[in-house]
């Protein structure tokens, strides 16, 4: 009987990470998600919390560095998601984006465009100069799905020397992204252009994010059910066996 119980405690926890790492992966387009890096050259260790970044070139972040509104939800596995419903990009605006943690460790600046909305960042271990202290290097962040729109920042550090991690000089050079030190920048103080977009596109926008939500939580749910199947089963399958050693 020990053996039966045990083979069914493994199913069970092998069918609820798999539920964690399927909840872990699902996106909303609403947010960006971030894979704490791992590899050896640039793996973070030891921290509690995760912040985002955001800047406009030529501007001061829209909240202050590492400030409660920068927080990011730890979603488990070393994935983390930021949302960004509440931010509105300009159709030819230009952003930038810095993931950090509470020990002092930060990717190297990325851009962003609307486009990045529902994907992920991650780093395969590249390093770069931080480009506000050139003795201090940083993990190079990529994004997953938009590699070929947004690059990492082509900028010039403290030194005064080029960095430009993927050779994008001349294609798409962003020199102008300042310090992003950041300070307190409330959002309706942050200038949007009014889009032409018409509001049936928003509603269409709209049901998309609706319809990915749903098929997220779809999974969830049947994800959930069969466990509950499996703990019956196992709880049945328990009952019996001791019922039938009580008998003997």
């Known amino acids: 009987m020990k053996k039966v119980i045990s083979i069914l405690m493994a199913v069970l926890v092998l069918m609820f990470s798999f539920a ?30 995760v912040y985002c970044h955001i800047w406009e070139e030529g501007g001061d972040g829209f909240f202050s560095w590492q400030s409660k509104d920068e927080k990011c939800t730890d979603l488990g596995n070393g994935y983390f ?23 002092g460790l930060q990717t190297y600046d990325l851009t962003l465009t609307s486009d990045c909305k529902g994907d992920y960042v991650y780093c395969n271990g590249d390093t770069c100069k931080n480009p506000v202290d050139s003795a201090k290097s ?13 690059f990492p920042c082509a900028r010039e550090d403290s030194e005064g020397i080029l960095n430009d ?35 049936t596109e928003k509603a ?26 499996v703990v019956i089963v196992a709880v049945i399958v328990i009952v019996v066996l001791v019922s039938k050693k009580r008998k003997k």
């Open 20 to 49: 964690v790492v399927a909840n872990a992966e699902s996106t909303d387009t609403n947010c960006i998600y971030f894979q704490v890096p791992t590899a050896s050259s640039v793996a973070w260790k030891n921290f509690s919390n």
């Open 81 to 103: 998601s930021y949302d960004l419903s509440s931010f509105e990009f300009k159709e030819d605006g230009k952003y930038a984006v810095i993931f950090s943690n509470d020990n």
């Open 138 to 150: 940083c993990a190079v962040a990529r994004w997953k799905n938009n590699s070929d729109k947004a």
């Open 165 to 199: 991690p993927d050779s994008i000089t001349g294609k798409d050079v962003n020199l102008n992204f300042g310090s992003s030190a950041g300070k307190a920048v409330a959002l309706d103080e942050v200038k949007i252009e009014e889009t032409t977009q018409k509001p």
């Open 204 to 229: 269409s926008n709209n049901n998309t994010t609706s319809t990915q939500q749903q098929r997220n939580n779809s999974t969830l749910y049947i994800l959930l059910a069969i466990i509950a199947v």
